[in-house]
């Protein structure tokens, strides 16, 4: 997860936690592309079945080119999120 998701590495550790352990499945999920049975797949539709959009290389001739690759019915608002400092 990108440094500015997150006001620090503490915070980033606990939200990738809460999303990997914790967060309940609240939504249906939307795959983009051809469910090849890898981990980035599976794990894309874990996370979008919890609301967060998941994006990853889409591209692999160009490493810097990322694109959506699952995406939730209905996404996670960031007020939802137990471990994010109010600022």
Same mark, same amino acid.
């Given at each position: 997860m990108? +440094? %500015?998701?997150?006001?620090?590495?503490?915070?980033?550790?606990?939200?990738?936690?809460?999303?990997?352990?914790?967060?309940?499945?609240?939504?249906? +999920? %939307?795959?983009?592309?051809?469910?090849d049975k890898s981990l980035v797949v599976s794990d894309a539709i874990e996370f979008s079945s919890k609301g967060i959009y998941c994006f990853d290389i889409t591209d692999y001739k160009k490493y810097d080119q990322y694109g959506c690759i699952a995406i939730p019915e209905k996404p996670l608002n960031i007020s939802q999120l137990p471990y994010i400092s109010k600022k």
């Open positions: 990108p +440094e %500015y998701v997150c006001g620090s590495q503490e915070e980033t550790d606990k939200l990738l936690d809460y999303f990997t352990n914790k967060a309940p499945k609240i939504t249906k +999920e %939307y795959l983009l592309v051809h469910h």
